[in-house]
Structure formats: structure tokens, C-alpha cells
T-cell receptor, first 114, second 111 residues
Framework: DAGVIQSPRHEVTEMGQEVTLRCKPI?????LFWYRQTMMRGLELLIY????????DSGMPEDRFSAKMPNASFSTLKIQPSEPRDSAVYFC????????????FGQGTRLTVV | DAKTTQPPSMDCAEGRAANLPCNHS???????VYWYRQIHSQGPQYIIH???NNETNEMASLIITEDRKSSTLILPHATLRDTAVYYC????????????FGQGTELSVKP
């Protein structure tokens, strides 16, 4: 398996534009996590899905952020409209649905909003 | 979910054992202790996890105290490539088992 695949790897956009980040989890994994990492706040869990259903979105910073998981092999994180403070590295991770399962992370998307 | 406390930074000489401590005094009986590391500019990487027994794999050993209130990750022969931020996480018992990262320990392995 190729691991968790995120796209794009880098995104530069202007303030006010819509940004969509994509994630393909590892086949057979039924939990998916979106994280954001900044120097100031570290790694923050934004939202996680189990069997394509959002379980906990309490980390989503505000209504400008939305996440979907239309099927088991694809998820998106959308920011609309984007702001400079959204600049960060966004990671996607997946795991099987047990407390014992390790989570595998993608390489991340570095987002810069200018 | 139980919180963890780690020292912000540590140094280790190359070839020596690196012992990274973690306190998790509020851990509950069915929560696992996980360790991840993040090498600069990469996604976090799983290292090891355990419930109450000591664990060892090809990367590291995990020693959990009998009362489960603390643990130590041991890298037996640290190399320069082990320089990274190491995170100790207590994995929640909720469905899906979300991972909440703290600030971690920045380990610098020096020649």
C-alpha cells in the first residue's frame, strides 16, 4: 500500500479564495483524522471520521472550515474563505477502528494564504 | 482523555541509549500509551504502544510503571536520524480512538 496520500503537497492561495485539501486513506482503514500544525499551537486535531461519519468536529476552528468523507477512500477539508491565519501544515491520518490500532499519517499539505 | 507531561527537550550522545520520560497520572484502565515521533517536515510516525506490560519492537522499548502513571520510551542506540520531536499520547477509549498530541520532547542526538 502507498500509505496515506495527501494532495496537493503545497498550496499557495490568496486571502478570500476557497481551498480544498484532499486525502486518500489506507485501504481497509475506517477511521480518518485531519490535523493542523503550526509553530504556535502544535498539532491540533480538527475532525475525525469513523466509517465515513464525522464523530468529533470540536476542533474545527470555525464555520469557514468543513470536512467531508463521501466514501471510504476519500476525504476533503475545505476552507472558504481562506485567511492568512489558516497558513499551516495540514495532515491526514488513518487507522483501523480500535484503540490498539496505530495511525498512519500522510506527508501533509503546506498551505500558505497570502 | 488522560493528559501527558513530557520534558520540552533532551540531548543524547550518538550511540547511547535515549530515555524519554512521560507522565500520565490520570490514565484510565482501558487506555493505551502510544509514542509517535515527527522528524522535521514529515508526518508523525508511529513508534510503539502498550497497555501495562513492557513492549519492544525493532525501533524502541516501552517501559510502563506498575501503577501506569508514567512510562519511558527507550531508543537503545540513538543515531543522528533519531533527532525528532517525540510525542507520548494516551489514546482515548472513544469510538475511533482519537490521538491528541501535546508539545512532545524535542530530542537532539549529537555526534
Amino acid at each position: 500500500d502507498a500509505g496515506v496520500i495527501q494532495s496537493p503537497r503545497h498550496e499557495v492561495t490568496e486571502m478570500g479564495q476557497e481551498v480544498t485539501l484532499r486525502c486518500k486513506p489506507i485501504s481497509g482503514h475506517n477511521s480518518l483524522f485531519w490535523y493542523r500544525q503550526t509553530m504556535m499551537r502544535g498539532l491540533e486535531l480538527l475532525i475525525y471520521f469513523n466509517n465515513n461519519v464525522p464523530i468529533d468536529d470540536s476542533g474545527m476552528p470555525e464555520d469557514r472550515f468543513s470536512a467531508k468523507m463521501p466514501n471510504a477512500s476519500f476525504s476533503t477539508l475545505k476552507i472558504q474563505p481562506s485567511e492568512p491565519r489558516d497558513s499551516a501544515v495540514y495532515f491526514c491520518a488513518s487507522s483501523t477502528d480500535t484503540r490498539r490500532a496505530e495511525a498512519f499519517f500522510g506527508q501533509g499539505t503546506r498551505l500558505t494564504v497570502v | 482523555d488522560a493528559k501527558t507531561t513530557q520534558p520540552p527537550s533532551m540531548d543524547c550522545a550518538e550511540g547511547r541509549a535515549a530515555n524519554l520520560p512521560c507522565n500520565h497520572s490520570t490514565i484510565s484502565g482501558n487506555e493505551y500509551v502510544y509514542w509517535y515521533r515527527q522528524i522535521h517536515s514529515q508526518g508523525p510516525q508511529y513508534i510503539i504502544h502498550g497497555l501495562k506490560n513492557n513492549e519492544t519492537n525493532e525501533m524502541a522499548s516501552l517501559i510502563i510503571t506498575e501503577d501506569r502513571k508514567s512510562s519511558t520510551l527507550i531508543l537503545p542506540h540513538a543515531t543522528l536520524r533519531d533527532t525528532a520531536v517525540y510525542y507520548c499520547i494516551v489514546r482515548g477509549a472513544n469510538q475511533g480512538g482519537k490521538l491528541i498530541f501535546g508539545q512532545g520532547t524535542e530530542l537532539s542526538v549529537k555526534p
